[in-house]
């Protein structure tokens, strides 16, 4: 019998054989968001790891900030395509509960489109112990603005059988090594075709681990929404999206 705990495992592991697809399709994150997530810190530049970075999505932004980013992932294929794409960054193999970074030498972790997939009850301290004091921990999502009707329809239209509408739980809970979470929503956007979007949906755990036979069908199901729909039928268009970020700053002493 597959239980939760092993459909979450699958959907967990699930991306690094899509690399390549998951590079190219996924959208990255406002410059806005990175500098609200650091500004706990004062003036940069800052030593930041990027945890679960995935393909770089985050790094990108990091580095084009002018920060020095240390990225840590623990799939070899994802790691790989992050360095590369973003050579200028150090890529280190690591996970959220074992961060290969010595004690109190960074300045901010920064969590991309993964936080869900932590331990929390190990995770955070290890990130606490990773920190200087008065460092920060940000965890960011992108997601539909579903305030946008055709966007909301979409986001029914494109569930599989696997999709969970409660998977990431609490986004990021309280602990006393830090401050108690903040948030803020950032308007943005990705520039897509009814094909791309398509593909994009297609690097999402939830269709990653379906059969074929169920893929085909609900891609077909994407793809028909989309050509029916004026603001996506022909060429580009900006698919709206909201990235939450949330913030914390750790307490402990030196």
Not at 231 to 243: C, I, N, R
Request: charge should be negative.
């Amino acid at each position: 019998m597959v239980t939760g705990d092993d459909l979450r495992a699958r959907r967990a592991h699930s991306f690094g054989a899509h690399a390549s697809a998951y590079a190219e399709h996924r959208p990255d994150y406002p410059i806005e968001a990175i500098r609200w997530a650091l500004e706990p810190l004062g003036e940069g530049p800052h030593h930041v790891v990027d945890l679960a970075a995935g393909t770089g999505k985050l790094t990108g932004g990091l580095l084009a900030e002018g920060h020095q980013v240390t990225a840590v992932e623990p799939d070899e294929g994802m790691l790989s395509e992050l360095v590369r794409r973003h050579g200028p960054a150090r890529a280190l193999p690591g996970s959220a509960e074992r961060i290969p970074v010595p004690d109190g030498t960074v300045d901010a972790v920064l969590v991309g489109q993964a936080f869900h997939w932590f331990d929390p009850e190990r995770a955070l301290p290890e990130i606490a112990r990773v920190l200087r004091p008065g460092g920060v921990v940000a965890a960011m999502w992108n997601g539909d603005d579903v305030t946008v009707p055709w966007v909301a329809e979409f986001g029914e239209v494109s569930t599989s059988s696997v999709s969970v509408k409660d998977l990431h739980g609490d986004w990021m809970p309280t602990h006393e090594l830090f401050t108690v979470p903040t948030e803020r929503l950032f308007k943005h956007t990705h520039r897509r075709t009814a094909e791309s979007l398509v593909a994009t949906i297609n690097t999402h755990s939830h269709v990653l681990v379906i059969s074929e036979d169920e893929r085909d069908e609900l891609n077909a199901r994407m793809l028909a929404f989309l050509k029916s729909r004026p603001e996506t039928a022909e060429g580009e268009f900006d698919y709206p999206l909201m990235t939450l970020v949330k913030r914390m700053v750790c307490t402990k002493t030196a």
